[in-house]
């Protein structure tokens, strides 16, 4: 099967570099990104002190820094955060939005690039990899298949997206699926939030959480998703007839009734 190609041109792109620039990111994030090799990446996000997610992002090694992959209209807010926490730390931050760009290939396997960096997409196995480049330098590689493509096979594989199935700031990593999707390294030291994350690890508190649905009809973001009368949660983003929504389990598990949304009738998908 030949890959596929897609540029993410919703994509921004945060830097951190300077001598401190690991250990300090590393106290501030879920995942670990000391022991981070080149060609890898990580995914993390940096929370409240709550322990909700503020911004999600995948980190790539960069030079003598390290690149934060996040949501485009989030960059620049995550560049102040972070910013917040440098105090007398030996590092820089810098907004590289419109400097660089991301494309995601999946469904084959990689070519093999003159220019760019590669690196798998660390969530799963199925969202491929993803190829950091100047913008003109990824023309190279002639997309088959638009963001809105990627976008679809993103929800199939039943990735969350930050800011369309899940409100920042509104959700723990576990409702999140970032427990599930290598986002939360539960060895490392202490991070922003890690007390509550924790605990909702060794107490299996997570109420709720993203599941993916079959998706009979329009169901937009932001829909209710009820069983009958009981309220089970909402819906995030959807295309080609699967979805994602944020539910309460437990009432799924009791629910009598056929789950919809709005006029759209749902089923749970493993």
């Known amino acids: 099967m030949d890959v596929r190609t897609a540029i993410l041109g919703s994509r921004g792109f945060v830097r951190v570099a300077g ?15 000391e022991t981070l090799a ?5 995914f993390a996000a940096l929370l409240t002190p709550q322990g909700k997610i503020l911004f999600d992002f995948l980190v790539v090694p960069d030079g003598d820094g390290l690149l934060l992959d996040c949501a ?19 590092v820089q931050v810098a ?12 469904g084959g396997e990689p070519p093999g690039l003159s220019q760019g960096r590669i690196v798998a997409d ?10 950091f480049a100047p913008p003109a330098e990824l023309n190279s590689l002639e997309p088959t298949d638009s963001e809105a493509d990627y976008d679809a096979h993103r929800i199939a594989c039943g990735a969350p997206q930050g800011g369309r199935d899940f409100a920042w700031g509104d959700a723990f990593p576990h409702e999140a699926n970032m427990d599930r999707l290598h986002g939360v390294d539960f060895r490392k030291g202490c991070y922003v939030g890690q007390e509550v994350v ?29 069983a009958g009368d009981v309220p089970l949660g909402l819906m995030g983003s959807s295309a080609g007839g699967l979805g994602l929504a944020m539910l309460r389990l437990d009432r799924v598990a009791d629910a009598a009734a056929p789950l919809t949304a709005g006029d759209a009738r749902l089923a749970l998908r493993d």
Not at 21 to 31: D, K
Not at 72 to 90: C, E, H, P, T, V
Not at 122 to 131: C, F, K, N, Y
């Open 19 to 33: 001598p401190d620039a690991r250990t300090w990111l590393q106290g501030l994030v879920t995942s670990d990104v």
């Open 38 to 42: 080149a060609g890898e990446a990580r």
């Open 72 to 90: 485009g209209d989030q960059a620049a807010a995550l560049a102040k955060r972070l910013g917040f926490y440098k105090l007398r730390a030996a």
């Open 95 to 106: 907004d590289l939005s419109g400097g660089l760009a991301v494309a995601a290939l999946w």
């Open 122 to 131: 660390p969530r799963l196995p199925a969202l491929g990899w993803r190829v």
């Open 198 to 226: 924790s605990r909702v690890e060794h107490r299996g508190l997570a109420r709720k959480r993203i599941v993916r649905v079959a998706v009979d009809g329009a169901a937009p973001a932001g829909t209710e998703v009820r």
